[in-house]
């Protein structure tokens, strides 16, 4: 009878043990659906960065590595996906019939397939996702590295940046964007968002998480 019961209390502790495991991953995934939810206020960044601090620390990570300012990056990636992490381009549609996609840009940061396959094999971050902040992040960062290597492009122009984020290095070279003048004009916005962005960062940034062991 002894041992019945406590067969009987082995099986009820194994229950408890997958409910327990169950509970942390609904918990989990909670949290993740958290962490990739745009932030409310994405017109401050101090605000953006309050609300989330990994994504300070994954920018100062990304500043430290490449050297382009984090207030350049983050301007660059609202206009690109407004900082929903899997954005993609809209479908498209012959007769009511979708017949795929503009392109296989997708993300926070809008990289095509081919693109991020570059990033990954040059940077060594052949693990990385483009539905994760911090590689996304990582990513414009070696972009426009990049970009002022081969082109001569100032990693503070937000400007001439976003143009050859646009329209690709050899693109930006050819002067491909001078026939788009609506590009011109968006790349003047996220030139002003970044302005905005560098202003209010440099009221905040000392009072930020910064990665350190006890922030």
């Known amino acids: 009878m002894n041992v019945f019961f406590r067969s009987e209390d082995k099986y009820l502790g194994v229950s408890l043990m997958w409910m327990r495991l169950w509970v942390m991953a609904g918990l989990l995934l909670s949290l993740t659906a958290c962490s990739t939810k745009p932030p409310a206020q994405p017109e401050n960044l101090c605000q953006i960065f309050r609300e989330k601090p990994d994504w300070h620390k994954a920018a100062l990570r990304m500043n430290e590595r490449w050297g382009t300012p984090v207030h350049v990056v983050m301007a660059m990636m609202y206009q690109e996906s407004s900082f929903v992490h899997d954005a993609q381009p809209p479908m498209q549609y012959f007769l009511f019939i979708p017949t795929g996609r503009a392109s296989s840009a997708y ?52 400007y001439g940046q976003y143009l050859n984020y646009h329209e690709g290095w050899g693109g930006y070279r050819r002067g491909s964007y001078r ?19 560098g202003a209010q960062y440099r009221q905040c940034k000392n009072q930020l998480p910064s990665g350190g062991w006890f922030s």
């Open 107 to 158: 993300g926070y940061a809008q990289v095509k397939d081919e693109t991020w396959d570059d990033y990954q094999r040059e940077s060594g971050n052949g693990w990385s996702d483009r539905d994760d902040f911090a590689d996304a992040i990582d990513f414009m960062g070696w972009y426009t590295n990049k970009a002022q290597r081969l082109n001569g492009t100032s990693k503070w122009d937000a």
């Open 179 to 197: 026939a788009k003048g609506w590009l011109m004009k968006v790349s003047r916005k996220v030139e002003a968002r970044a302005q905005r962005y």
